[in-house]
C-alpha cells in the first residue's frame, strides 16, 4: 500500500547484484512519492527538496500531469505508478493500455523530457487483505501495458513491473531456505516472473518495515527504518 505521510520519506537505494549477492555499491538514491498527504506540497518544491539532497530517483504511485511535468528536465529518474482501481480496464483493452502509455508516458517523455524508467502496473495487488480482487487483471494489464510501450518504441528504456508486497511469499519450515510463492498464487506469480524475465523487466518486492528489492541487474531497494529489536534467524550454515 501506499506510504507517504506529511514530513516523512520512503528512501530507496540502487545497488548493483552479483550471483545473487548484493555488492556494496551504490548508484542512486531515490524516494517515494505520494499524493495521499494531510499537508501536500507544490510539486516544484518537492522536486526542488529532491535535488537540493542529491536525490536521483523517485517512485510515483500515480501518473499524476503537474508531478510529472515538474520532473521534466530535472533529472532524476521515475516509476510511474498505475493504481489497482485501473487495472481491469487496463487489463481488458489493449487499445486502453496504449492511450495510458502515451498520455502518461510517452507525451512527457517526448514533450516534457521527463525520464520514466519504470511503470509500475498495480501496487501490491496481491495482497491477502484484498480477497484475489487483482488476481485475474493483474497479468493481462502487465501484458496489455508492455505491448503498449513497445508499439510506442520505448520499451528498452521504460520496463515494466508489478510492486509486490512480502506476503506473495510463504516458507514450508519457517525458514529462507524453504521460501516459495503462495500456493494460491504460485502459477500466476511463475508467470508474472517469467514475462518479466523474458522482457528484461525488474521483479519487484516491498518488504515492510526493512526493504524491498526489484532483482534486476540495476535494481532499487526501498528502505524503511530497521527497529532494532529483531532476532536474527540461523538458516542452515
Known amino acids: 500500500m501506499e506510504r507517504w505521510f506529511s514530513g516523512a520519506i520512503s528512501i530507496w537505494v540502487v545497488f548493483l547484484i552479483s550471483n545473487s549477492i548484493m555488492c556494496r555499491v551504490v548508484s542512486g538514491i531515490g524516494a517515494n512519492w505520494g499524493t495521499q498527504a494531510s499537508h501536500p506540497m507544490p510539486p516544484d518544491s518537492v522536486v526542488s527538496l529532491l535535488r537540493q539532497n542529491g536525490f536521483q530517483k523517485v517512485k510515483l504511485f500515480d501518473a499524476d500531469y503537474d508531478t510529472l511535468n515538474t520532473l521534466g528536465k530535472s533529472g532524476i529518474e521515475v516509476m510511474v505508478g498505475i493504481p489497482n482501481d485501473m487495472l481491469a480496464s487496463l487489463a481488458s483493452s489493449v487499445k486502453a493500455a496504449e492511450k495510458w502509455v502515451s498520455k502518461n508516458v510517452s507525451a512527457h517523455i517526448s514533450s516534457n523530457n521527463v525520464k520514466i524508467r519504470y511503470v509500475a502496473v498495480g501496487n501490491e495487488p496481491f495482497l491477502e487483505t484484498y480477497n484475489g480482487s487483482f488476481l485475474r487483471t493483474t497479468f493481462p494489464a502487465l ?81 524503511a527504518f530497521f527497529d532494532g529489536n529483531a532476532s536474527p534467524i540461523t538458516d542452515g550454515s
Do not use: C, W
Not at 158 to 183: C, H, I, Q
Not at 194 to 214: C, E, Q, R, W
Open 143 to 223: 501484458q496489455n501495458v508492455q505491448s503498449a510501450l513497445i508499439k510506442a518504441g520505448i520499451s528498452n528504456q521504460v520496463k515494466v513491473t508489478v510492486p509486490l508486497n512480502a506476503d506473495v511469499y510463504e516458507s514450508s519450515n519457517g525458514f529462507p531456505s524453504g521460501g516459495d510463492f503462495r500456493t494460491d498464487i504460485h502459477g500466476l506469480m511463475l508467470q508474472i516472473v517469467k514475462f518479466l524475465s523474458d522482457n528484461g523487466a525488474p521483479f519487484t518486492v516491498n518488504i515492510y518495515p526493512f526493504i524491498s528489492l526489484y532483482t534486476d541487474a540495476n535494481f532499487p531497494v526501498d528502505y
